[in-house]
């Protein structure tokens, strides 16, 4: 799910990531918006917004949007530079150092966010964008930028453009993978969805308020610990099958 690069990535890889990711976006997004009133995995809100407030000639209101915009940009350059720094290091899954990155940015949340008055509002929100500028850098590295999982507005044109070729076979003859593009692009949007749904009602029904983003770093554990199980697993069972077939010999 996060080892698997380039031609060695299949569909099912990306629904696994997308499954996940976008279902942490989803948690995230909601959770930052019932506690801040902002929105904290994309930036074209902010950006309008920090448009409305240069033109009327408050800049400085309007600086807080550019650091939620800037916030942004830092966590995918940031999640970029360690991907390209390790890429080499054949021992090291290179996604596991933004994906713990991100893990440890959402615990800070938490916990700043219990020792903090409401005045810091705006760095938290800042360390969620930056936490979603990490995830949604390093899954459009892994999947060659196929799956995109913080934001929908790509996602529901992208879809549109897809579903509108199923009317042209003679000019879209790969229906395959037309139908596996539609899928994955469901899935994104499902998961999103259901992630927001899970994220206001642990926020607010079970009353785990900021607590909520904990389970999102469990879930990015989780998901880390299983991958890497599978793939150590995958690894000693074909060892062992290469061994056992030169010892036959």
Request: proline share 2%; aromatic share 14%.
């Amino acid at each position: 799910m996060f080892r698997h690069q380039g031609k060695s990535r299949t569909l099912k890889h990306n629904l696994q990531i997308a499954t996940v990711l976008s279902f942490v976006a989803g948690m995230v997004n909601v959770t930052g918006f019932l506690a801040f009133h902002q929105l904290t995995t994309n930036v074209t809100g902010h950006f309008a917004l920090f448009i409305h407030d240069v033109a009327g000639a408050e800049v400085w209101k309007g600086t807080v949007y550019f650091l939620y915009i800037f916030s942004f940009l830092l966590g995918s350059f940031l999640s970029g530079l360690l991907i390209e720094k390790y890429r080499n290091n054949r021992r090291l899954n290179v996604f596991v150092i933004p994906t713990m990155t991100e893990c440890l940015v959402l615990v800070a949340v938490v916990v700043l966010g219990y020792g903090t008055g409401p005045e810091y509002a705006d760095m938290l929100v800042c360390l969620l964008l930056f936490a979603m500028g990490l995830q949604n850098s390093y899954v459009t590295k892994i999947s060659n930028a196929v799956v995109r999982t913080t934001h929908l507005t790509g996602l529901f044109t992208d879809l549109g453009i897809d579903i509108s070729h199923l009317f042209f076979p003679r000019s879209y003859p790969q229906r395959k993978r037309l139908r596996d593009n539609i899928r994955l692009r469901l899935f994104i949007i499902a998961f999103f969805f259901a992630g927001g749904l899970a994220g206001g009602f642990f926020y607010s029904a079970l009353g785990m308020k900021l607590h909520t983003l904990l389970l999102c770093v469990l879930i990015l554990m989780t998901s880390l610990f299983y991958d890497n199980f599978r793939y150590t697993w995958i690894r000693a069972r074909r060892h062992y099958k290469q061994k056992g077939v030169v010892h036959r010999r």
